[in-house]
């Protein structure tokens, strides 16, 4: 069914700080160190300059951040570089490149 597929839209990078609503799943994930927040920005936060795609899947755009960049470690789980943030969270926030 296409409704599972994902189709990737197009690549963007992130110009402006974003918030996404993250929620922790509830398991002792370390969270990132206070130098790393100090030099990157506050955690929970997408920096600028990551980069990634627009996707579609279950009907709905996400966007789906590159793994091995700096930053990621803000706001995804630690060893678990693939997130899917809401669209909504990156609106406005981003150019295509």
Same mark, same amino acid.
């Given at each position: 069914?296409?409704?599972?597929?994902?189709?990737?839209?197009?690549?963007? /990078? %992130?110009?402006?700080?974003?918030?996404?609503?993250?929620?922790?799943? *509830?398991?002792?994930?370390?969270?990132p160190?206070?130098?790393?927040?100090? /030099?990157?920005?506050?955690?929970?936060q997408?920096?600028?300059? %990551?980069?990634?795609?627009?996707?579609?899947?279950?009907?709905?755009?996400?966007?789906?951040?590159?793994?091995?960049?700096? *930053?990621? /470690?803000?706001?995804?789980?630690?060893?678990?570089? %693939?997130?899917? %943030?809401?669209?909504?969270?990156? /609106?406005?926030?981003?150019?295509?490149?």
């Open positions: 069914m296409d409704l599972f597929k994902k189709k990737n839209l197009y690549r963007v /990078e %992130i110009i402006k700080r974003c918030y996404p609503n993250i929620i922790l799943n *509830g398991y002792n994930n370390p969270m160190s206070f130098d790393t927040v100090g /030099e990157k920005g506050n955690v929970f997408i920096p600028p300059g %990551i980069k990634g795609w627009v996707i579609e899947k279950f009907g709905k755009k996400y966007f789906r951040p590159d793994e091995d960049q700096e *930053g990621l /470690e803000l706001f995804t789980i630690p060893h678990q570089p %693939i997130a899917l %943030i809401d669209y909504k969270y990156i /609106e406005g926030n981003y150019k295509r490149i």
